[in-house]
């Protein structure tokens, strides 16, 4: 039984919700998103607040009813307060900018790396070796953040490269002589 799919998704004040089939629509301060439920389950408005119910009690069916609430609530959340990420950049000379409407990094490459920005998500880099990525989808935001730390992803021995904000990465030793 899902514990996470009873609970009614609260919808606050100054965002307003629309649900029409499969459609959930939600409107706030930050934007407006929509997400279009599985057929699996069915979506509800009652009184202030969204419900997901499955249509009956097939596995898929339960899998599909936790996923669609949590989904439900992150429309919420991204248009009421927003996403975001950080990032920290770790090693000599590694840094990053922003260039225009792209995000330049130096990560120990022959060359620098351009890093288009997706529209709805807005980067902001602080320091040199800090990246602040926002957006009001969470998708979208885990996205962006996901793709910028695979250009140099942390290593285990000298912890340089690219990791989130608060990571912990393994360490290593090195090579005994």
């Known amino acids: 039984m899902s514990r ?18 499969q459609t959930v629509k939600m409107k706030g301060s930050k934007g407006e998103l929509e997400f279009v439920v599985p057929s699996l389950v069915l979506v ?3 009184d202030g607040a969204v419900t997901v119910t499955p249509k009956d009690q097939s596995k898929a069916a339960r899998s599909l009813w936790g996923t669609s609430r949590a989904q439900v609530a992150n429309l919420v959340e991204g248009v009421s307060k927003g996403f975001e990420k ?3 950049i770790t090693g000599v000379g590694y840094r ?3 260039a225009g409407k ?3 990094l130096s990560l120990g490459y022959s060359h620098d ?3 288009q920005i997706p529209a709805g998500i807005t980067i ?3 320091k040199p070796t800090e990246i602040t990525i926002s957006g009001i989808d969470r998708q979208v935001v885990g996205q962006v953040a996901a ?3 695979d250009y140099r992803g942390p290593e285990p021995y000298k912890g340089k490269g690219v990791k989130y904000a608060g990571e912990f990465i393994f360490r290593k030793e090195g090579k005994k002589k």
């Open 124 to 126: 902001v880099t602080p």
């Open 147 to 149: 793709e910028i730390r």
């Open 44 to 46: 509800a408005l009652e």
């Open 4 to 21: 996470v799919g009873k609970k009614p998704v609260p919808v606050p004040a100054g965002v307003t919700a629309s649900v029409t089939g």
């Open 86 to 88: 950080k990032l920290e």
């Open 96 to 98: 990053a900018a922003m």
């Open 102 to 104: 792209a995000l330049k």
């Open 113 to 115: 790396i351009e890093y």
